[in-house]
């Protein structure tokens, strides 16, 4: 992994920097090694992924082991958008686990214009940037996997604002994970990642860019393997 290109570090910014790789690097190690023991692991379109950032990871969200998994697989280490929620657990004590891992926190419950700028910032280095579209875990109808696909506008309003190309991602399997069934049974679980090409959103506007990247995700769905949640 390239070091990150992001804007000039202090000393002990670097340093905090390089022990966060370092712990990002063997949870990544240890967790491909279980995930490729229990579970059939699927990847198509890696061929899309480009050398470096800057870059928009834009994926659909089914489980909480959607970070893990697609963390494990990416061909670099990443920042997450994630949620304020968890940043609180255990009354705040796994603010700094969770910062080594790379995450931006995002307040949900409200515009967090503190946190857009932030991503903002981040997009103008050379290391990705994962937010999971649809705004938190879907799996009904109007999951990327559903009926009826809807997107919150946080993945246009970064596309438009950082001016970053985006890469679509699709995946599936992970809500599976939830079940020590699937862990053990002698017939692996499939878990799976499809990747699209990347591009550049054409509009200004933040709902148009939305539905591009929709109409880019839902365009991946057929490349799986599993067409219902699983």
Not at 115 to 135: Q, T, W
Not at 173 to 202: C, D, M, N
Request: aromatic content about 8%; some cysteine; glycine content about 8%.
């Amino acid at each position: 992994m390239k070091q990150d290109k992001s804007p000039t570090l202090s000393f002990e910014a670097k340093v905090r920097q390089c022990l966060s790789d370092i712990v990002y690097g063997i949870f990544a190690l240890l967790l491909t090694v279980i995930f490729r023991i229990f579970f059939k692991v699927r990847l198509v379109g890696m061929e899309h992924c480009p050398a470096e950032g800057p870059l928009l990871v834009a994926c659909n969200h089914l489980s909480e082991w959607d970070p893990p998994f697609l963390g494990c697989y990416l061909p670099w280490q990443v920042h997450w958008m994630a949620k304020v929620e968890l940043f609180e657990l255990m009354g705040g004590r796994m603010n700094g686990f969770f910062r080594m891992l790379h995450c931006v926190a995002v307040d949900r419950s409200k515009s967090d214009l503190a946190a857009i700028k932030h991503v903002v910032h981040l997009l103008k280095g050379s290391r990705p940037i994962v937010v999971f579209a649809e705004g938190g875990v879907r799996r009904d109808e109007g999951s990327i996997l559903g009926a009826k696909p809807v997107l919150k506008e946080g993945a246009g309003i970064l596309a438009v604002l950082s001016g970053a190309p985006v890469l679509p991602v699709v995946l599936n399997g992970t809500f599976g994970a939830y079940s020590w069934r699937k862990w053990l049974s002698g017939r692996r679980h499939i878990l799976e990642i499809v990747v699209g090409p990347v591009f550049q959103v054409s509009s200004r506007d933040r709902g148009e860019a939305t539905k591009e990247i929709l109409e880019h995700m839902v365009a991946l769905k057929p490349q799986l393997a599993q067409q219902v949640i699983s």
